[in-house]
């Protein structure tokens, strides 16, 4: 299903483009190749054939782009960044041992440290 709609949306795109490059413009553009069968399209010309025929490829583009992005999200329920490992950047802590510390005598490890011991004189 989504390679159907895939092939749809670069068909879409091509077809857009060309309907746009075609389009009479200030400089002419590509529309000086469609010659002189412009009664073919009517007595405006292509101006308004191709103007209404880009919007409605437009409008294509933009449905398939949709159901597109919902055939893929309901194809995967899982995201890729899922299965990734993730690995901390911050060292891990070393363990306190609060016996190593002789001149600490507090059990706590947020007390203010024990004094130095001054000899007397």
Same mark, same amino acid.
């Given at each position: ?10 068909? =879409? ?5 060309? @309907?746009?490059?075609?389009? +009479? &413009? ?5 529309? %000086?190749? /469609? ?30 782009? =949709? ?5 893929? @999200?309901?194809?995967?329920? +899982? &995201? ?5 490992? %993730?690995? /901390? ?33």
């Amino acid at each position: 299903m989504t390679s159907v709609l895939l092939i749809t949306q670069i068909i =879409i795109a091509v077809i857009i483009t060309i @309907s746009v490059l075609l389009q +009479k &413009s200030s400089s002419i553009g590509l529309g %000086v190749y /469609s010659g002189s069968n412009e009664s073919l399209f009517g007595a405006k010309g292509p101006a308004g054939f191709m103007a209404k025929f880009t919007m409605i490829m437009g409008f294509l583009f933009i449905i398939n782009t =949709i159901s597109l992005g919902y055939a893929y @999200s309901k194809q995967t329920s +899982k &995201s890729v960044l899922d299965s990734t490992k %993730v690995e /901390s950047s911050v060292p891990k802590s070393p363990t306190n041992n609060l016996n190593s510390n002789p001149l600490s005598s507090s059990s706590s490890p947020f007390d203010a440290p024990a004094a130095p011991l001054v000899p007397k004189k």
